[in-house]
């Protein structure tokens, strides 16, 4: 089993519909990352947080540490936003200094 | 500031050959590490420092080597390249711990033949 796991692996939505992309893990952690890869391969950090909720435009990243889950939000998505979503762990008991990926959701917004 | 740097973009290696992936960073980060990207799985880790002169193996690091001689750069070493090694490496650089926000290089698309 995956220490990071991810849900959906492919996501198709409407321009405007309100996406949600999980991401579940086995292990405590000091941090958790959401991160964009776009077609063409840059990698950008979007989020790092280790409890409650940050938002970023419209982004809305949560993460529930007794459940060992987060997920990120995008509101009122738009073809832009197509791209991969990676989520990574870092800081567990036996990985402490690495960050550890998960398989990534890719996400299409069509218009 | 560059943020994280890498070359060559693009590589072709015939097997057998060695070369070194260059990566650098200006923004006086302590922790750097090299992923490699393969279709269908997520980035794995090779090799990560947490500062210079101390380095440590990831997930994936037979055939591979690094060095860590100035907190700026953190090249990865292919010794004898094998078709395996066919894949896109990223570099990536964080403040002192893997903890804080990762800054990715813009990655090198390696092909060994």
């Known amino acids: 089993k995956n220490e990071v796991e991810q849900s959906p692996q492919n996501l198709t939505a409407q321009e405007g519909e309100f996406i949600t992309i999980n991401c579940s893990y086995s292990?405590?952690?000091?941090?958790l990352h959401w991160l964009q890869q776009h077609p063409g391969g840059g990698i950008v950090s979007l989020f790092m947080l280790s409890s409650g909720k940050k938002k970023h435009g419209r982004l809305i990243a949560t993460i529930n540490i007794q459940e060992k889950h987060s997920s990120l939000h995008i509101t009122a998505s738009h073809p832009r936003d197509s791209a991969v979503y990676i989520c990574?762990?870092?800081?567990?008991?036996?990985?402490?200094?690495?960050?550890?990926f998960g398989p990534g959701t890719s996400l299409s917004v069509i218009p | 500031n560059a943020g994280v740097t890498q070359t060559p973009k693009f590589q072709v290696l015939k097997t057998g050959q060695s070369m070194t992936l260059q990566c650098a960073q200006d923004?006086?980060?302590?922790?750097m590490s090299w992923y490699r990207q393969d279709p269908g799985m997520g980035l794995r880790l090779i090799h990560y420092s947490v500062g210079a002169g101390i380095t440590d193996q990831g997930e994936v690091p037979n055939g591979y080597n690094v060095s860590r001689s100035t907190t700026e750069d953190f090249p990865l070493r292919l010794l004898s390249a094998a078709p395996s090694q066919t894949s896109v490496y990223f570099c990536?650089?964080?403040?002192?711990?893997?903890?804080?926000?990762?800054?990715f290089g813009p990655g090198t698309r390696l092909l060994v033949l």
């Open positions: 990536a650089s964080s403040h002192r711990t893997a903890h804080k926000t990762q800054y």
């Open positions: 292990v405590g952690i000091s941090a």
């Open positions: 990574a762990v870092s800081g567990s008991k036996t990985s402490y200094d690495k960050v550890i």
């Open positions: 923004m006086n980060h302590e922790y």
